[in-house]
């Protein structure tokens, strides 16, 4: 675990992490400007409500990306279990052709 130290709005804190730094540095600075975007949108808007209207657009996010997440896992689950059902009806073909060779061979060897 390491140690980085990052400022949003003017506080500093100290984070321990098993995450890359660089990746927390940005995340940081995402976090510091969409709270100084709050900020600056209203004089009246306080450092506490800004981190606020951030946290909650944050986990506006999170939560449609989880959802979208979830969509296309149920996709793919779709996709997979197609694929094996045409895996099994191009095995079954393949049976059905070598069979249906053996027999046309087999008429032409009376013939």
Do not use: F, H, P, W
């Amino acid at each position: 675990m390491e140690k980085i130290k990052v400022t949003i709005a003017g506080e500093s804190y100290s984070l321990n992490t098993d995450d890359d730094l660089d990746y927390m540095e940005n995340l940081a600075a995402d976090v510091d400007a969409k709270i100084k975007s709050y900020l600056q949108m209203s004089s009246r808007i306080s450092v506490t409500q800004a981190a606020v209207l951030t946290v909650l657009e944050y986990a506006d996010l999170y939560k449609k990306s989880d959802s979208t997440c979830e969509n296309l896992r149920t996709q793919i689950q779709a996709y997979l279990e197609d694929a094996a059902r045409s895996r099994t009806d191009a095995e079954l073909a393949k049976r059905e052709v070598e069979k249906l060779k053996k027999e046309l061979n087999t008429i032409k060897g009376t013939k």
